[in-house]
């Protein structure tokens, strides 16, 4: 089973902490859609999008990612940090459209210093922690 995860994390590198926590424990190439906006997915059975929640949406680019490079008919799987609570909309959206069947959601809370927010030293200080990470490994193994 080949398995990728693409993931977007322009905040505090929570979803970056997160997904590499899984690829060092399972077998996953990670692709950062921040720096890379292409990638020919065919070869992977499944396929995971990772993404900071950035006003209720996963990241631009993660979505510009998988509208451009998401074949038909794979099974995916989403994972979110977020500072308030999960949202898989946007992303559901073009899944939709491509025939993917979402196979696993996974989200916890990230650090978030957004807005109103820094003036109290941030939410969710200290997430993913080991225990997200924990959590998000085992998710990734369940799949
Ligand atoms: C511009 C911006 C908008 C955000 N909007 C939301 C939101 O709508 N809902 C939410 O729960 N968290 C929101 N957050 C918090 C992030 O989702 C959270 O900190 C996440 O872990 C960031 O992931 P990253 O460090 O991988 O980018 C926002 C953060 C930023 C910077």
Do not use: W
Not at 6 to 26: F, Q, R
Not at 89 to 96: C, G, R
Not at 106 to 113: K, Q, V
Not at 119 to 131: M, N, Q, R, S, T
């Amino acid at each position: 089973m080949r398995k990728a995860i693409i993931y977007a994390s322009v905040h505090h590198g929570n979803t970056e902490k997160l997904v590499k926590g899984i690829a060092a424990t399972c077998q996953v190439n990670l692709i950062d859609a921040v720096k890379q906006s292409d990638a020919d997915l065919s070869s992977y059975d499944m396929i995971g999008f990772a993404s900071g929640i950035y006003f209720s949406k996963f990241h631009q680019s993660l979505l510009g990612f998988a509208e451009k490079n998401l074949p038909g008919d794979k099974k995916v799987f989403l994972i979110c940090t977020y500072g308030g609570s999960a949202n898989y909309k946007s992303i559901e959206q073009i899944l939709d459209k491509k025939r993917s069947k979402v196979i696993g959601k996974f989200g916890c809370r990230g650090y978030d210093t957004f807005g109103p927010f820094k003036l109290v030293g941030g939410i969710a200080k200290g997430h993913p922690d080991e225990e997200d990470i924990k959590n998000a490994v085992e998710f990734v193994k369940g799949l």
